[in-house]
């Protein structure tokens, strides 16, 4: 579904990926793992198409439609309405707008590109209820501008709730598990597991094996300076969480 | 980076090919009186701008604006351009009756311009007065609001037909001592529109004016007088447009509005005169004063306002509260781009005893534009139980722009409460990123954002003024987010 190909990437003349090689099938939960300032973060922003960020080589190919496709000319929305979707680990504000009509705006401009019907408010209500239900979200919520004022946590779960909205293909999670406690971290996995299904793809980006506890991936990934130096099973991270990332490495 | 020049954008930047009357340039007595005669003014008038003329003499331009521009030559000025087809009021203040048989040149301009007389026959909606350079040259619906006794005509019919209203109230909420643009208005005022609202009457349909500067090197200096009796009410509309040319234009307005007990006014524009182009060349000066007094008790001003164009705009609608429980408001966006500069905001003068304000300040700033909220409460000793409330918000697009909030705030009654807030914010590549990354386009992204900063002064914009605004300022900020 996504192959991820000698990926270089510089942001203000600094090379911060060199060459990453990345395979995701239908079906995997990939954890990507790594020191701060490794990488991480902007493999996850590439992907989605952040315009801060300079590819200076590599590639990108997703699978649209069954044809690979090369990711890196596609406008940020347009691989949002392919199927990619990154929740971030800082969400953004978005005073004025009511998290309702965010969220179906969002979901209708997806939908009007994909073809499918446009959902009208009372149908889009009943849908985004059972959605809300994935991260036990009160309908408060929805009357709120988009993640004013919200908590640390409830920004979080908000992400999430956007992706079971936007049920996307791949999605990838930058450190979605970062300043949660330990309830809100149990809702928002559960959540995750809800929406991840055989024709999906989920790459986490997480500093703590702690969220693997709830969300078992598949693969492992150690990423270092810029490369991926080292590839396992979950065991892998629990032997980095005894001997942290030199103890892995070397 | 979209490539496409504002310029290219601005359609309303056409030019109409019309044969005109003009008088020479220049501003002298004998420019006044000449004025005063094409109009068929009775002398009282004249006497009013002469006396205008020698108090604006005595004057000097403001300075305290944080704007710049090369000195004004006011002799380099045209202070008087029609059509030459214009039939104009008679000395009975009668206008041609069919607005069909107005030049085909002058119906074709505001048809390209969106109002087309003939649809405008056909819905009821609204009542257009139709301003073109120096002139109005119609009025449309005439005959609904002749039904419920509302007056809605050009200021120089009212003149000679309604003798008594206009002496009654003109100069009285905006004198021409007031400033040196409104003393200049004063003197050469040559149009503009005139609305009464009778006792109990609420206007059943809104009422419009639409402002077109056409000719070059000519100045527009309209003059508009409002008036709602006790107890009544009017929606009033206000648009603006003018052909792109190289060298600066000057609009000098004025507008006056009054409301008796309990009575209502609610005064929206939609500005978007001609900007400049890229480099800051040509572009209309608005140098505009607009006041409403709330007389009678209980009465309420509101002033809505998009400001999206003029190269300058010089601007403060402002509210004086002197009926015990009246109530004013201001609700602002102002957009500046490229190197327009804007120095816009309000002043609410409470007088009265419980008279409530209310200020609401959008401003947002792309490119190298400049753009100041200037804004005055003051409370005055007789105003007992005073409130205000002013929020006042600034966006910046870009990093080469320039925002700035200036309140002054006066308070001379102990018992008067006043909240004020103010924010500046940036719109980021970050929150662009996240709103495409949720499958917006960047059209829908930059929309949804400005929709959400701007919400509280769009949603007191009556529905059709309210798509237009957005889908003007979208496509102004377009071109300066990328």
């Known amino acids: ?250 | 980076m979209s490539s496409t020049s504002i310029d290219k954008e601005y359609k309303y930047g056409f030019t109409t090919d019309i044969d005109v009357d003009q008088l020479a340039k220049g501003l002298n007595e004998d420019v006044i009186r000449k004025i005063s005669s094409l109009k068929n003014e009775p002398e009282w008038m004249l006497k009013h701008r002469l006396k205008s003329f020698k108090i604006w003499q005595k004057m000097t331009e403001p300075q305290w604006a944080q704007v710049n521009y090369e000195p004004i030559d006011y002799q380099d000025i045209c202070y008087y351009s029609a059509p030459k087809s214009y039939v104009g009021v008679n000395a009975d203040g009668e206008k041609p009756k069919n607005l069909e048989d107005l030049d085909p040149e002058l119906l074709k301009t505001f048809e390209k311009l969106g109002i087309s007389v003939n649809e405008q026959k056909r819905i009821s909606g609204v009542a257009v007065d139709m301003v073109f350079d120096s002139v109005s040259v119609g009025t449309t619906n005439k005959e609904i609001l002749d039904k419920y006794g509302v007056i809605f005509c050009s200021i120089s019919e009212a003149i000679q037909k309604y003798p008594d209203l206009v002496k009654k109230y003109y100069g009285s909420v905006v004198p021409a001592t007031d400033n040196f643009y409104a003393a200049l208005n004063g003197a050469v005022f040559t149009d503009g529109s005139f609305c009464y609202i009778p006792k109990g009457v609420k206007c059943p349909i809104d009422l419009s004016t639409y402002f077109r500067i056409n000719a070059e090197e000519t100045g527009q200096f309209e003059r508009t007088l409002l008036i709602a009796e006790e107890g009544s009410y009017v929606n009033y509309l206000e648009g603006c447009t003018a052909p792109m040319r190289d060298t600066n234009q000057l609009h000098a307005a004025v507008v006056e509005l009054v409301a008796l007990e309990n009575a209502e006014i609610k005064y929206s524009t939609v500005q978007n005169w001609y900007t400049g182009d890229k480099e800051g060349r040509g572009g209309i000066y608005n140098f505009v004063t607009k006041r409403g007094k709330c007389l009678g008790k209980n009465s309420k001003i509101s002033w809505t306002q998009v400001e999206s164009g003029s190269a300058i705009t010089w601007k403060y609608p402002s509210v004086i509260l002197q009926g015990d429980n009246s109530q004013g408001f201001f609700y602002s966006v102002a957009l500046t781009h490229d190197y327009m500069q804007a120095d816009t905001g309000t002043k609410m003068i409470h007088v009265g005893k419980n008279t409530k304000s209310t200020i609401i300040s959008k401003g947002i700033s792309a490119d190298k534009s400049s753009n100041v909220y200037r804004g005055q409460v003051k409370i005055m000793p007789s105003a007992e139980g005073a409130r205000n409330y002013s929020q006042c918000d600034s966006m910046l697009v870009g990093d080469m722009c320039n925002a700035s909030t200036v309140p002054y705030i006066e308070v001379k009654n102990k018992s008067a409460v006043l909240e004020h807030e103010a924010s500046t914010s940036r719109l980021s590549e970050d929150q662009l990123f996240y709103l495409q990354s949720r499958g917006m386009s960047l059209e829908e992204s930059i929309s949804m954002l400005v929709n959400g900063f701007c919400k509280e002064v769009f949603k007191q914009l009556p529905l059709e003024f309210s798509v237009e605004a957005v889908k003007l300022i979208e496509m102004k900020l377009e071109n300066s987010v990328g």
């Open chain 1, 1 to 250: 579904m996504l192959e991820v190909k000698n990926l270089c990437v510089s942001v203000d003349g600094n090379e911060i990926l060199k060459g990453i090689n990345l395979t995701v099938n239908a079906g995997e939960i990939h954890a990507i793992m790594g020191p701060n300032g490794s990488g991480k973060s902007t493999l996850s922003k590439v992907i989605a198409g952040h315009p801060s960020y300079e590819v200076t080589s590599g590639e990108i190919n997703f699978d649209i439609n069954r044809q690979k496709t090369n990711l890196l000319e596609l406008e940020p929305d347009i691989r949002a309405k392919e199927g990619v979707f990154l929740a971030f680990q800082y969400p953004i504000n978005v005073p004025g707008i009511t998290n309702y009509d965010f969220l179906k705006t969002s979901f209708n401009s997806v939908c009007e590109y994909q073809g499918a019907p446009k959902l009208e408010d009372s149908d889009f209500r009943n849908f985004l209820n059972e959605k809300m239900k994935y991260v036990e979200m009160n309908p408060q919520f929805l009357s709120r501008p988009v993640n004013e004022g919200f908590s640390g946590g409830e920004k979080k779960r908000n992400e999430i709730l956007q992706m079971a909205v936007l049920n996307p293909r791949l999605a990838l999670l930058d450190e979605t598990d970062s300043g949660l406690d330990i309830d809100a971290l149990k809702i928002v996995s559960g959540g995750i597991n809800k929406i991840h299904n055989k024709n999906n793809a989920v790459i986490l980006v997480t500093h703590y094996q702690r969220l693997l506890d709830y969300i078992v991936p598949d693969y492992v990934h150690i990423l270092s300076e810029g490369k991926i130096v080292k590839t396992g099973d979950k065991n892998l991270a629990l032997e980095l969480e005894k001997g942290g990332y030199e103890g892995v490495l070397n």
